[in-house]
């Protein structure tokens, strides 16, 4: 296993057209997050997936963002509309099941898609 | 509000010198607190991590980190760096049961040979 895979790696698109990313976890890895990274800055979490269920949503994610783990597995993540203010650094992680406790997974990160609006 | 303040944005060491980057944290209750780094042109990588237990936490390439719950830290420290650890270190935690990761803003460290 070569670790978490994003795709498209670089993005660049117009601006007022959507654009879609996808995710794909490390096998097993039933927990999954999506994270914005804009220059200077550290990641921003945006959103939590548990299997198939969407269980945490930051406010960062407007009504343009939507993301998806239909089967449990990969991950899309779909910008409508986009702004020039959406360029950034998309990251997606995954985790597995605690082994420890609760709350004693570890996030592996993936390389990211750079997402370039002109 | 739950947040991870690095003060360090950009260090500039000698290798052998030895490093400490400082982390607070403003979570209430349980934490839990991560040191990531990013090399250049690589994705982040976790050095090290704090659950519960021993506040003194060993990671990978030589970093610990003490976990101070007196003074809300976690920092990071090496006794002597090289230039491979030229790179950007990123201080991240999270309220302990929580999936949300809050990172600070990174602190560049720069090694020169």
């Known amino acids: 296993d070569t670790g978490v895979s994003q795709n498209p790696r670089h993005k660049i698109t117009k601006r007022g057209q959507n654009v879609t990313f996808r995710c794909d976890p490390i096998s097993e890895h039933n927990r999954l997050y999506w994270y914005r990274q804009t220059l200077g800055q550290g990641p921003e979490f945006l959103t939590y997936?548990?299997?198939?269920?969407?269980?945490?949503k930051s406010r960062l994610l407007s009504d343009r963002f939507s993301a998806e783990r239909p089967k449990g597995s990969f991950s899309t993540l779909e910008i409508q509309r986009t702004e020039q203010g959406d360029s950034a650094m998309y990251l997606c992680?995954?985790?597995?099941?605690?082994?420890?406790?609760?709350?004693?997974?570890?996030?592996?990160f993936g390389p990211g898609t750079r997402l370039t609006v002109l | 509000a739950q947040s991870v303040s690095q003060h360090n944005h950009h260090v500039i060491l000698s290798e052998a010198a030895s490093l400490e980057l400082g982390c607070n944290y403003s979570y209430g209750g349980t934490v839990n607190l991560f040191w990531y780094v990013q090399y250049p042109g690589q994705h982040l990588q976790l050095l090290l991590k704090y659950f519960s237990g021993d506040p003194l936490v060993k990671g990978i390439k030589g970093f610990e980190a003490e976990f101070i719950k007196s003074k809300f830290s976690f920092n990071l420290r090496k006794p002597s760096v090289q230039w491979s650890d030229t790179a950007e270190y990123f201080c991240a935690g999270r309220s302990g049961g929580y999936q949300k990761v809050t990172f600070g803003t990174g602190t560049k460290l720069q090694v020169i040979p």
């Open positions: 997936f548990q299997n198939e269920a969407q269980l945490e």
């Open positions: 992680a995954s985790s597995p099941p605690p082994s420890g406790g609760r709350g004693t997974d570890t996030q592996y």
